[in-house]
């Protein structure tokens, strides 16, 4: 017989875990509505919640299983800040992290949940579009993901707000009498696979753009490397008609070979032409030159999803999360972007 957990029959009832567990400890008012819904669900689902969360509890393996995007195109690199964080909020909860790769696909999920490996789960990689999410959100664990599909099906998605860094960076290029924009598009591998955030920020871009009354170019795809920089440094150059051109490049890969590029040519960002990088502070600072940036902070991210799987463990242990939680980016400016002109 299947062990049903809150989980089940919060789905089942259409409310969040919390409220099924307020319902089962009264610690908060809880409408009759609603409190009838929940007691349905449980009666459906032959849930017993006392003697179930025991044995739930009996049963714990203090492990968090990470879906990680190993072997499906991902920057290995990119993802150390990720898994670092996670690691050590998960000792911090004294729990130990199992990694599976993504190309492992709903086989590697129904895996760790079938085998009771792991307490909860963490999924990277999202795509937009994502035959692995209503599988996840089948399962009788806790899954959180890092990154905001178009349906999460009731999961907990936890992300960078892409839209609002989006918008930060046409806004700064438009308030310093830019003429037009050059976004550099992500690589032909994940435009093909539909990742979460790459829909989210050309979309943002364009829409941006268009209120704001600038002129978008959008080069696609942009591949990885120097040669592929020294081609859109090319391609930048070719732009140029006298105009302030800036220049967005949403994926952090690209800018230090841009940069490397543009000063082969001669062109200095700040200068000749302006450049924005979507990346973390880290980066930004540590660059030559150091580039203005919309910070993308992987370890804020990463931090705020373990809350919520946590929390998603244990309903009672801290304020309830929300379903979709974005962090906030910020601009630094630094010395690539043109100052804007006196009048």
Known sequence: MAAFTSKDVARIAGVSQSTVSYVMTGKRPIS????????DAMEELTYEPHSGARALAGRRTQVV???????????????LPFIE?????ARVHDHEVLLVTADEGSAGLRRLAGRALCDAIIMMDIEEHDDRVPVA???????????????????????LDFEAAARMAVDELADTGHDEIVVLGYTASAMERGLNFVG???RTVRRQARVRGLPLTVIEPVERGREAAATVADQLLARRTGGRLGVLVPHSDTIVPLLHALRQRDVVPGRDISLIGLSSDRAAEQSDPPYTNVSEEPRDVSRRAMETLFWLLDPSSGVERPAIDLVAPRLTRRTTVLPAPSH
């Not at 299983?65 to 993802?79: D, R, S």
């Not at 964080?85 to 909020?89: E, G, K, P």
């Open 32 to 39: 009759e509505r609603t409190r009838r819904r929940v007691l």
């Open 137 to 159: 959100a089948a399962l009788s664990v806790p899954v959180v993901l890092i990154g905001v599909p178009a349906d999460p099906a009731g999961l907990h998605c936890v992300d």
């Open 85 to 89: 964080t996670i690691a050590s909020s």
């Open 200 to 202: 989210r920020v050309l």
């Open 65 to 79: 299983g990470l879906v990680v995007p190993f072997g499906a195109g991902g920057e290995t690199l990119a993802l």
